[in-house]
Every structure is written in structure tokens, then in C-alpha cells.
């Protein structure tokens, strides 16, 4: 047997029987079907966990297939790359800047948006161009081929909750309409953006207008003072307005308990990014982990939802480094049976 299986059967108990010998009640898979909703809670994955992996509509369900995926935020760039999209030069450009810099100019760049300074002359054309050939796929957009991409992940088993669209403070009138609509077409019941109450009063009347929720994703902003008495300024500009709650990025940047979180806004998240990671005092701070070896209550989490509020969908996104030996197929599909082993044998 080899070491990546050995270390699989250690990080997660066989899934067939529990102590005492019983056989354990675990979700059971229609043919080939996945079926991750575990013990009442509906666990899944974002497909940005598959960042490295080829996109393509055959692709990533085979990717749900594989490591058991019944529920899926679906990250817009993977959608409109199964509807034709033109391919973004981003990362490629992304990769060349940073390879140029020095470690000062990484020093002072202004986050993301301070990659656009250090661009070429070339790599600004190209963006350009990507820009004119992506408007121009979304003007002409086959929505009768969203609809076949819908079907297709129905087929298979595979309920998309959220489309991450991802339209923001400064998104125009059209690409608002454009990121609802889209993800309504698509049987979601939302579309995911970063946090920020510019962005809430933005996208308020789209969601509105669309019946659907606007799901606002946290990275560190709770360790801000602008954030850090919770997010209720921005819930209250609408109650279409929710939160997808990453409990590990908030355990990892304030030390808090997310689970104190969690009983305060039950009724305001929709989702929530589940991860692993170390606390904000540790030797290497806010870190990601392999599920189980890190230090946020990822098990305490997972029984709270499992408890109190199934309603919540809770999507694997990976981010710990992965060995060389495995990929991030499998180690989803790990996450997974992690998952299980603690709502169903727990």
C-alpha cells in the first residue's frame, strides 16, 4: 500500500462501521451519482478547490464524481468556460509581473489592484483585448446553452447553490444584470461577492429584483476595526443581503471562536467556506491545514450546523498545500470522507 493511501486511512477512519462493531448509517450514492449530504448537512465544495486542474463542463463533473461532490458553488469563470468564454490572459500576465518583481515593489504594491502598475505595455493590450472579446460573449450570451449546462448538472447530481459572479461596488448596471441573471438560469439561489457595505448597497436591488441571494465572503475583514463588531451595517441594507461565512479565515485572523459566530447569524449565512487552519498566535499564523490538524474548530463547526442549522451549506474549499503524491481530486474527496467520519460516526 502505498504512503498516500496510509495517510488517507490515518487522517480518516473507515467509513463502513463505528465502534461496537455496528454498521454506521452513511449517505448512500445513486449509481455514480455523488452524494455528499452528510448526517442532514449539505457538504460541498467551490470549484476554485480545482483552480489547478483543466475546466470544462465534462471535467468538472467527472472532478464532483470523484471526490463525492453533491453540492457545488460554482465559480463564474468556471461557468462561462463551459459556455465558450474567451480565456482570460490574467494569470499568465499575474505570473510575469511577479516574477519581475523586486522584493520592494512587492512591498509596495496596493493589493490585487496593484498588479495593474507593474503591467507591460503588451500585457496591457492583451487585457485589453480579453475585455472587448469577454463583453462581447456576454452581449451575445446562448442562453439556451446555459440551460444545457444546467441540465447537465442536474442530470448528474449536482446542485449548484451559487454562482460566484462575483459583482461588486463598482460593477456597471449591465454587469450586475448579467451576474444575477446568469446565476439564476443556472438554479442558484445566490451569487457570492467580497464583503464590503459599498458593495451591499450596490447589489441590494439586483438580488431584489432577482429573488436571490446576495452572499457576502469574508477573508480577514473581521480582524478590521470596520468589521470588527460583525457585519450587521451590511445586513441591514436588505434581507437579501447573507453572508458567506469563511469560519476559518475569521478563526484564523481574530482567534475567535467562529461557532459564537455562527449562533449570532445563523439566520443571516447561507454558506460557508470550510477549511482548517492555525490561529492567529501560532507559530506560523493563519496558516492553511489538512483538515483535522490544524487548530480551528472545524468538528465543532460541522456538529453546530449538523444540530442546529442544516440549512447552511458547507463548501470545501481547498487551500492547504498539496503533496506531491496526491491532487486536489483527491484531496477534496479526503475533506469529504473527513466530513462524513464527523457528522455520520461522530
Given amino acids: 500500500m502505498g504512503a498516500a493511501a496510509l495517510a488517507g486511512m490515518a487522517l480518516v477512519p473507515s467509513l463502513s462501521s463505528c465502534s461496537g462493531g455496528e454498521k454506521a448509517t452513511v449517505a448512500k450514492r445513486d449509481g455514480d451519482k455523488p452524494n455528499s449530504n452528510f448526517g442532514g448537512v449539505h457538504m460541498g465544495a467551490i470549484t476554485y478547490s480545482w483552480r489547478d486542474q483543466e475546466g470544462g ?10 471526490a463525492n461532490v453533491s453540492n457545488l458553488e460554482l465559480m463564474g469563470n468556471d461557468l462561462e468556460a463551459c459556455l465558450g468564454a474567451p480565456a482570460s490572459p490574467m494569470m499568465t500576465i499575474m505570473q510575469g509581473i511577479m516574477g519581475r518583481l523586486t522584493p520592494e515593489q ?15 505595455e503588451e500585457e496591457k493590450q492583451q487585457m485589453n483585448d480579453y475585455n472587448e472579446a469577454f463583453a462581447k460573449f456576454k452581449s451575445n450570451m446562448d442562453w439556451d446553452k446555459v440551460e444545457e449546462v444546467r441540465k447537465r448538472f442536474e442530470t448528474e447530481g449536482i446542485d449548484i447553490h451559487i ?11 449591465e454587469d450586475c444584470e448579467y451576474a444575477f441573471k446568469l446565476a439564476k438560469a443556472m438554479g442558484a439561489k445566490g451569487v457570492t461577492a467580497e464583503i464590503t457595505l459599498a458593495a451591499a448597497k450596490r447589489c441590494a436591488p439586483f438580488a431584489e429584483k432577482y429573488d436571490m441571494f446576495y452572499c457576502m465572503h469574508n477573508h480577514f ?22 453572508l458567506n461565512f469563511d469560519f476559518a479565515h475569521y478563526f484564523g485572523s ?82 469529504m470522507k473527513y466530513a462524513q467520519r464527523v457528522l455520520e460516526l461522530g
Fill in 163 to 173: 454562482v460566484k459572479t462575483q459583482p461588486g461596488e463598482n460593477s456597471s448596471d
Fill in 254 to 335: 481574530t482567534g475567535k471562536n467562529p461557532c459564537d459566530f455562527i449562533e449570532k447569524y445563523h439566520n443571516r449565512i447561507f454558506s460557508m467556506h470550510t477549511k482548517d487552519k492555525t490561529g492567529p498566535n501560532a507559530a506560523k499564523p493563519n496558516e492553511n491545514q489538512v483538515w483535522g490538524q490544524g487548530e480551528t474548530p472545524l468538528d465543532d463547526v460541522l456538529k453546530l450546523v449538523q444540530s442546529k442549522y442544516p440549512q447552511i451549506y458547507c463548501d470545501c474549499e481547498l487551500e492547504y498545500q498539496v503533496a506531491p503524491w496526491s491532487n486536489s481530486i483527491k484531496e477534496v474527496g479526503t475533506c
Fill in 221 to 242: 475583514q473581521y480582524a478590521t476595526p470596520e468589521f470588527e463588531a460583525g457585519p450587521d451595517e451590511v445586513l441591514a441594507v436588505s434581507p437579501n443581503i447573507m
Fill in 106 to 120: 512587492r512591498g509596495s504594491m496596493r493589493g490585487f489592484g496593484g498588479l495593474m502598475d507593474f503591467m507591460t
Fill in 57 to 66: 463542463l465534462d471535467n468538472l463533473i467527472n472532478y464532483c464524481k470523484q
